[in-house]
């Protein structure tokens, strides 16, 4: 009788444990992604980002995520694609997001040692930080990718603004992860410079910030031809 109740408490204690787990688990977005096709050669990808590409109840969520998109985009034009994103909500290299995380805090979520690409976008939310320290902690990301994935391209893609109207700081950022980009010799993408979406408000929310699934659908269609320009070429 008592081994019967000695299991019972243990059974007990067990559950109560995988309950406090599941219900105390993060809710950033690490996302896997694999629709490959056997036979093919597949490489791997890994995002880190924001709200911009974690999705929001605007748009972006699921099947209509700008990621996912990118991927389907990529196999039809025969590159498979492995890919990992890890991305939160109101993150920036120098702003945690709504669990807590910098950029720096996802990379090694997304980031594989086999990764042929490491995509960092982003973000509008460094608004406010000081600009030196800015400059350490974007180095300080991209070195850490670099670390994890020594044969990877980088692929820095700068904060987007949906008007022609930007305001400094947003161009400051985009000076800075510039910069930083040359120093770790990524490719750095200046969808300001390329005046996405501006002159578009039918791809932004009513909020005036976040994408909508058109909008995501247009990122897609601009962010999987420069990840496909520097995926390896297979022969």
Do not use: C
């Not at 605007?58 to 492995?82: S, Y």
């Not at 960092?120 to 350490?136: C, K």
């Not at 400051?172 to 408000?201: C, H, K, N, Y």
Request: zero cysteines.
């Amino acid at each position: 009788m008592q081994v019967l109740a000695s299991r019972l408490v243990t059974f007990v204690l067990s559950v109560t444990l995988l309950v406090g787990v599941l219900l105390n688990a993060p809710s950033v977005r690490t996302t896997p992604y694999d629709a490959t096709t056997a036979g093919t050669p597949v490489m791997r990808v890994a995002v880190i980002g924001d709200s911009y590409t974690n999705g929001t109840a605007i748009g972006g969520q699921g099947p209509n995520a700008w990621p996912v998109l990118a991927w389907k985009t990529l196999a039809r034009r025969g590159m498979q694609v492995n890919a990992d994103v890890a991305a939160e909500g109101r993150a920036g290299y120098g702003v945690r997001g709504d669990q807590g995380n910098l950029f720096v805090d996802l990379t090694p979520r997304a980031v594989k040692p086999d990764d042929s690409v490491v995509v960092f976008y982003g973000s509008r939310n460094d608004q406010g930080v000081d600009p030196n320290a800015l400059n350490g902690q974007v180095f300080g990301s991209l070195s850490l990718a670099r670390n994890i994935a020594p044969t990877a391209r980088l692929l820095v893609i700068g904060p987007p603004w949906p008007t022609a109207d930007v305001p400094p700081a947003v161009l400051q950022i985009r000076d800075i992860l510039s910069f930083q980009s040359m120093l770790a010799g990524a490719t750095f993408i200046d969808p300001i410079a390329e005046r996405w979406f501006v002159d578009r408000p039918d791809l932004i929310g009513p909020d005036g910030v976040h994408p909508t699934n058109a909008g995501h659908a247009y990122m897609a269609d601009k962010i999987a031809p420069l990840i496909g320009d520097q995926l390896p070429r297979r022969v």
